[in-house]
């Protein structure tokens, strides 16, 4: 995950302090200016991601030594000089590459501006969430409604008693796929309830969720809601994605063994591979491991500066995620909360290193040293190499034993498919308001994951992104999608890299990594590619594993037999 600053805040309390401590630079020419001012930009930038770190760190004082406050109040100040001297750059004399700079740059210093001057949203007291749906809510704006359901999240996802221990909510999910006794693992996943009731209540009028849902489907333009932009933003039309998705899952179906689930059962039977190599992974070797391939593939994280916050802490914001610490020279910072190792979190550790990597390797101007304009995108490259660890080969190197390549693949595409379905339940939920969500998640999950019917649960309110960021599961559905096929073009092109390449990050960083905001990802993508973004990788990926299973029944946990279907059903893109 990424954080993006949000854009269209109201200005408040902006005080233009100051023209006159600049007026040198009317002496030159507005192509200097522009230059000039870029280069205090990322001075600016670095303040004002320092004050994010510090933030995130839950500290008083910056890793660099300044207190939040002060940076606060510089950050306040230089923003608002900057966006004076960027107001006073004519456009009209610039060329059209620099006059496209300056208004990116004004823009990006309106928001930040604007961002200083805000007052902090109100925090939510947790004393609040035992009520599920306080009355005074009913009324209240979808930010403040936004805000206080995901620190409710937050608290319920981070503490969960099962059997006696304090786990959370991904340590939950893991155990899951490593537990062989069937009732614990029904006794972890209803330990789940509350993260699932802070979220959608009752399914009904005490829903936050609902509410949220409605508020948000009232402000958002026909034809222009947060999932039809993200499709629209790659090129490609937001029907087409949204076929793509049930086309996934149509493949996982047709690959997987046709046996109804309970839902605690899904983690299981897909959990194989990393009931093998969870072990291979403590919670002390994630950085090692993460660190090692990342050097053999020539981006070294402690050579690009990546910086790292991976220790649970309460209060802590509860999605794993990396941001800039830094712009000249850029530095990446990762948090995360690992109370345990395993496949699943080093998984995702290969993923937020994955941004860290990209970011280091942002080569332009000050005005685009930023992400690019696709979060989608940023989501996609961030699983470039990360979604080796479900390649043999890898695991051999880098763990030290396989799991087999069709298992290897169900891990894969577990999580993904369960992505595509969440993503997919967003599309539904939104164009249908008054359906219940609980409903709509079950026939999704009841057609294409065969599990068994359980309306009576919010089971799928488990991603802090659903409450928080509305149309972000598709960055990572849709983001899936294109990973598979820029792996494919990059295997081909390139080589394999499960083992290493120290060639590599040179070779992917002028291709894919370095532009920011300088071009538009779907530029970028086009160019790499040399086409549309298309399903077939995907499609074609998940097929691997599934060849020989097809027919065959499988001995799956204690004793029981489950079948794969015989053929015939797997769609070719
Ligand atoms: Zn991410």
């Known amino acids: 995950m990424i954080l993006r600053r949000k854009k269209g805040l109201e200005v408040r309390f902006l005080v233009i302090l100051a023209g006159a401590a600049f007026a040198p630079a009317q002496a030159q020419g507005p192509a200097s200016q522009l230059r ?43 923003a608002s000089d900057l966006r004076y001297r960027a107001g006073r750059i004519p456009v009209q004399p610039l060329a059209v590459e620099d006059a496209r700079a300056l208004a990116l740059l004004r823009e990006q210093l309106a928001t930040l501006a604007a961002e200083a001057g805000a007052r902090p949203a109100p925090v939510a007291d947790p004393a609040d969430c035992a009520e599920p749906f306080p009355n005074r809510l009913r009324q209240a704006p979808l930010d403040e409604l936004t805000t206080r359901t995901f620190a409710c999240y937050g608290a319920a996802a981070r503490r969960i008693v099962v059997d006696g221990d304090t786990l959370d909510r991904l340590a939950i999910l893991g155990l899951l796929g490593r537990t062989e006794d069937p009732a614990r693992r029904q006794r972890l996943f209803l330990a789940l309830e509350p993260v699932w009731r802070s979220v959608n209540g009752d399914d009904g009028d005490g829903s936050p969720y609902r509410r949220m849902v409605s508020l948000r489907t009232a402000n958002w333009k026909p034809g222009a809601s947060p999932m039809e932009e993200r499709a629209r933003g790659l090129g490609v039309e937001p029907d087409t994605l949204e076929r793509w998705l049930v086309a996934v899952l149509e493949a996982w179906r047709a690959t997987m063994p046709d046996t109804v689930l309970e839902p605690w059962e899904f983690h299981h039977l897909t959990g194989e591979a990393s009931r093998l190599l969870s072990p291979r992974v403590p919670r002390d070797s994630l950085r090692a491991v993460v660190d090692g391939f990342y050097r053999e593939l020539g981006a070294a994280p402690a050579r690009l500066g990546v910086r790292y916050d991976l220790e649970p802490r309460p209060g802590k914001y509860p999605i794993s995620f990396t941001d800039f610490g830094g712009r000249d020279p850029i530095e990446p910072w990762i948090f995360t909360s690992y109370r345990t190792g395993g496949l699943d979190n080093l998984a995702e550790l290969l993923h937020e290193v994955g941004h860290a990597v990209h970011i280091a390797a942002i080569r332009t101007r000050g005005a685009y040293a930023d992400w690019p304009d696709s979060d989608t995108f940023t989501e996609a490259v961030a699983d470039l190499a990360a979604l080796e660890a479900y390649e043999p080969e890898w695991q051999r190197r880098y763990l030290g034993t396989s799991a087999s390549l069709a298992s290897s693949i169900r891990a894969k595409y577990a999580g993904i498919v369960l992505d595509v379905a969440w ?34 649960w919010s089971w799928w309110a488990l991603r802090g992104q659903l409450v928080g960021n509305p149309g972000y599961m598709l960055n990572y559905a849709f983001g899936a999608i294109l990973i598979a096929d820029i792996r494919d073009r990059v295997i081909a092109e390139h080589g394999p890299f499960s083992a290493g390449d120290p060639g590599w990050y040179g070779w992917i960083g002028p291709r894919l990594y370095r532009f920011g905001r300088e071009r538009p990802a779907r530029e970028v993508v086009r160019e790499f590619l040399g086409r549309d973004v298309s399903a077939g990788p995907l499609l074609r990926d998940m097929g691997r594993g599934a060849g020989g299973q097809r027919g065959r029944t499988w001995q799956w946990g204690r004793g029981r037999l489950i079948r794969f279907p015989g053929s015939g059903s797997f769609r070719r893109p």
Do not use: C, K, M
């Open 36 to 78: 000039e001012l870029e280069r205090a930009w990322l001075e600016l930038r670095t303040l004002s991601d320092q004050l994010g770190v510090t933030r995130n760190l839950g500290a008083l004082v910056s890793p660099r030594g300044e207190r939040a406050d002060s940076l606060a109040v510089r950050v306040a100040r230089t």
């Open 423 to 456: 993503a997919l339940f967003e599309i539904r939920v939104h164009r249908s308001p008054q359906d219940s969500p609980n409903q709509i998640w079950t026939t999704i999950t009841r057609t294409y994951l065969r599990i068994r019917p359980h309306p009576e």
